[in-house]
């Protein structure tokens, strides 16, 4: 990737950063961990029909996030829009939906009234989905009772418990491939969908046809690789330099030597590239 020159000098140690970066931005917890012991589990096919027929919004995607923060009513002293928020450096917009650091959301919530008030009243609601099922299957008869309970209200967590819920997040991905084509528009979708389900994980390779888990790897390195909002090894330093001044209320010039220079590649790699 162009993005990442170092993945021609060291991969190994490129890929295993990327993957931590996978990690960070596609979480994965054991379904298990969250059960409730009574918790009702929805047959795979069931659970299947439903979620392949959802379209899933989100407080965070940046429409919806600007006309929240506008609503909020930001006073002279705040910044008037949530781009200006952005640029401030006080949450990012990552694959159009706005994103907002653990430190800076625990930063602005323990500020006293009166401080970023609309920016608080943001955060309290950012995490809000709300499902919206297509017609045909509202007309599902078997699935009348599981539509009452995820579609129309505004929530902070939708969650179906599947028999094999990475059964059902492989089959939704060959799902979403018929019907958008345009696998980043799939990647999307089935990322939501999979977020439902708990984040089950899985294997590409044994769940897909080789086709299809090849799709799967191009769409989501094309995004890792584009993503405006993701930035490579400077911009990321320069994110991090800002959010910790943001977070304690100093300069950017108190922060600076907190970290390593810029232009730097991570320092583990030095004695690599010394050999190289």
Partial sequence: ???????????????RILRDRFDRNLRVGRQARFLHPDAKVTPDQ??????AGLEVSSNADWPAAANAYAAAGPTA????????????????????????????RVAVLRAPAGVMDAFKVLISSIHGQRCEANSFTQEDAELTDLLKIVVGATVDSISIVG????????????IALAQDGATD??????????????????????????????AFRDAAQR???????????????SRYVQRAALKHSFAIAVVEPWFPPAGLLPVSWTPRLGVL
Avoid: C, H, K
């Avoid at 990737?1 to 993945?7: A, E, G, K, Y």
């Avoid at 002293?77 to 159009?96: C, M, N, S, T, V």
């Avoid at 995004?223 to 330093?237: H, K």
């Fill in 185 to 214: 528009l799939a990647l999307r979708r089935w990322v939501d969908w999979w977020g439902i389900l708990q984040n089950p994980p899985f294997v590409p390779e044994t769940v897909w046809s080789v086709l299809d888990a090849q």
């Fill in 163 to 174: 028999q094999t819920p990475e059964w059902i997040a492989a089959r939704l991905w060959e």
């Fill in 223 to 237: 995004i890792i690789a584009t993503e405006p909002g993701l930035g490579g090894w400077d911009e990321t330093r």
């Fill in 46 to 51: 069931l659970a299947l029909r439903l979620l």
């Fill in 77 to 104: 002293l705040e910044p008037p829009d949530l781009q200006a928020l952005a640029d401030l450096g006080w949450l990012r917009r990552i694959w159009g939906r706005a994103r907002i650091g653990l430190e800076l």
């Fill in 1 to 15: 990737m162009s993005r990442f020159p170092s993945l021609n000098y060291v991969p190994g140690e490129t890929r």
